[in-house]
Nanobody, 129 residues
Framework: QLQLVESGGGLVQSGESLKLSCTAS??????????IGWFRQAPGKEREGVSC????????RYIDSVKDRFTLSRDSGKRTVYLRMDMLEPEDTGVYFC????????????????????WGRGTQVTISS
């Protein structure tokens, strides 16, 4: 079983950038064989999917509101997935979580919360206007 830990959150101003990390530990499944998804939850709102990166192929998927601003990448040697967030807006404020989606090799990932397990505890991202 893999455990995931998020880091990199903080308080920045509108238009600035942050880079979040999701690092895996544990054994039982190879990090390269899982897709990683990022989700966020704003105060009083449901947790929503933001982006995901597939296993092996590294294919990524984003929701419309973050396309061209957020970029996912993965470093299998460090067992880490990075979410680079540029041109941040106050609407991006929330707790950001990563989670794991076991998939057959080269299968595209999804951004549906119910498809994921092994959630991290989250990292707070706050954007001031």
């Amino acid at each position: 079983q893999l455990q995931l830990v998020e880091s990199g959150g903080g308080l920045v101003q509108s238009g600035e950038s942050l880079k979040l990390s999701c690092t895996a530990s544990g054994s039982g499944i190879r990090f390269e064989e899982v897709a990683i998804g990022w989700f966020r939850q704003a105060p009083g709102k449901e947790r929503e999917g933001v982006s995901c990166i597939s296993n092996l192929s590294g294919r990524t998927r984003y929701i419309d509101s973050v396309k061209d601003r957020f970029t996912l990448s993965r470093d299998s040697g460090k067992r880490t997935v990075y979410l680079r967030m540029d041109m941040l807006e106050p609407e991006d404020t929330g707790v950001y979580f990563c989670a794991m989606q076991p998939l057959p090799n080269y299968t595209p990932c999804t951004i549906s919360r119910s498809d994921y397990n092994s959630w991290g505890r989250g990292t707070q991202v706050t954007i001031s206007s």
